[in-house]
């Protein structure tokens, strides 16, 4: 079946540092992949996807490739706020009509 | 374009009881799925309606069952609730066409059973 395995958290980074968080799937087929973002007290908002291999998702100055040869997914951010405090969830869709999702990854920016 | 609501928001029940939790998609979408968020298990798919029927249902008991309505708005009921039921439930939406669409979710009902 299909797996997402996602760093584990939290993640503590000062204001403007890079971020990076892994991601590694395991699916058949070919999946749709996501990052989706909950900040306290709220549902998920969908930050960014990849529907095909080396396809680049972005948004707000996140980034993630999507790459079948390392079966990856990692997101990224160049110079990360307090604003970007929050959880971070990476996501697989494919043909069984619904998201499997990885752990989530708590990520706290300091000023 | 209005986004998913979920009512009620925050839920106390006690053991033994039930509950009707109530999901309305983005305008236009026919597909609704069900999460269970949990500190201790993640994010765990519960169902996923389309078209009033389910195509597709996660591991979970059968006191977690749910429907759809034509106009697309889904309900979810737990039965005789168990402390392990306390989560936070979310919704999500998407037009229903692939698997591998984008599912939208809403802010979430978060139960917590006494």
């Known amino acids: 079946g299909n797996s997402v395995t996602q760093m584990e958290g939290p993640v503590t980074l000062s204001e403007e540092a890079f971020l990076t968080i892994n991601c590694t799937y395991t699916?058949?087929?070919?999946?749709?992949l996501f990052w989706y973002v909950q900040y306290p007290g709220e549902g998920l908002q969908l930050l960014l996807k990849?529907?095909?291999?080396?396809d680049k998702g972005s948004n707000k100055g996140f980034e993630a490739t999507y790459r079948k040869e390392t079966t990856s997914f990692h997101l990224e951010k160049g110079s990360v706020q307090v604003s970007d405090s929050a959880v971070y969830f990476c996501?697989?869709?494919?043909?069984?009509?619904?998201?499997?999702f990885g752990s989530g990854t708590q990520l706290t920016v300091l000023p | 374009k209005a986004g998913v609501t979920q009512t009620p928001r925050y839920l106390i029940k006690t053991r033994g009881q039930q509950v009707t939790l109530s999901c309305s998609p983005i305008?236009?979408?026919?597909?609704v799925s069900w999460y269970q968020q949990t500190p201790g298990q993640g994010l765990q798919f519960l169902f996923e309606?389309?078209?009033?029927?389910?195509?597709n249902k996660g591991n979970f008991p059968g006191r977690f069952s749910g429907r759809q309505f034509s106009n697309s708005r889904s309900e979810m009921n737990v039965s005789t609730l168990e402390l392990g039921d306390s989560a936070l439930y979310l919704c999500?939406?998407?037009?229903?066409?692939?698997?591998?669409?984008?599912?939208?979710f809403g802010p979430g009902t978060r139960l917590l059973v006494l």
């Open positions: 999500a939406s998407s037009l229903g066409t692939s698997g591998r669409e984008t599912q939208y």
């Open positions: 305008s236009g979408h026919r597909s």
């Open positions: 990849a529907t095909k291999a080396d």
């Open positions: 699916a058949t087929g070919y999946p749709s």
């Open positions: 309606y389309f078209s009033e029927t389910q195509r």
């Open positions: 996501a697989l869709g494919g043909s069984a009509r619904q998201l499997t």
